[in-house]
């Protein structure tokens, strides 16, 4: 039983639990990355440096539109509206997070001992006489044999099961991509 305890002791929790903890925590922090890098390079224009993207990127949309006019022969007329949408407020912004993390760790340390002791002793003994003389004769053995087998079985099983989903945006992410909805114009030409 000893054996077991110390068996168990020595099994490094910080790498069969820490391990994958980490590297959770490390795809959460590549995935909050991913998504800066993702606004940077697809809703600015590259400015004159990597890091200084100082330009947001538009989507110009050209149609025309119907609008009423005071001339009573014509009641309509035809106008060329642009439409620039900030590219951003169009695409879906990659917010993934991790939602639930679970890990199982079973040690199970199994020790089989068997042990087979068997004693045998046989004896024998006789007593012989004659008129005058007494003769004596005896004999024993003994036989003991002892077998010992000792197995240990060890399985250890790790199951990690990881729920992510696409969070909400982030607050003020999310009020800046309000304001860029907000600044969405329509220009007739």
């Known amino acids: 039983m000893a054996n ?10 910080s790498v069969y639990i820490g391990g994958p903890m980490q ?4 795809a959460q922090h590549d995935a909050s990355l991913s998504q800066v890098n993702f606004i940077k390079e697809v809703g600015f224009v590259p400015g004159t440096t990597p890091t200084d993207p100082t330009q947001l990127r538009y989507v110009d949309f050209n149609y025309k539109k119907s609008v009423p006019t005071e001339n009573a022969a014509e009641p309509f007329a035809t106008s060329e509206v642009t439409l620039k949408v ?6 879906t912004i990659p917010a993934l997070r991790i939602d639930e993390m679970t890990i199982d760790f079973n040690a199970k340390l199994n020790s089989v001992e068997t042990q087979n002791v068997a004693s045998e002793f046989q004896g024998s003994a006789s007593i012989s006489a004659k008129f005058w003389k007494v003769k ?3 004999s024993a053995s003994y036989k003991k044999t002892n077998s010992s087998t000792s197995t240990t079985e060890k399985t250890y099983t790790l199951g990690v099961h990881v729920k992510a989903v696409n969070d ?3 607050a003020g992410l999310s009020r800046i991509l309000d304001m860029l909805e907000d600044s969405i ?3 007739s030409n």
Do not use: G, R, T, W
């Open 168 to 170: 909400e945006l982030p």
């Open 136 to 138: 004596f004769n005896a």
């Open 86 to 91: 900030p590219f951003l407020s169009m695409l």
């Open 23 to 26: 590297a959770a925590i490390k």
């Open 185 to 187: 114009v329509a220009v």
């Open 4 to 13: 077991l305890v110390q068996e168990l002791n020595s099994l490094d929790f």
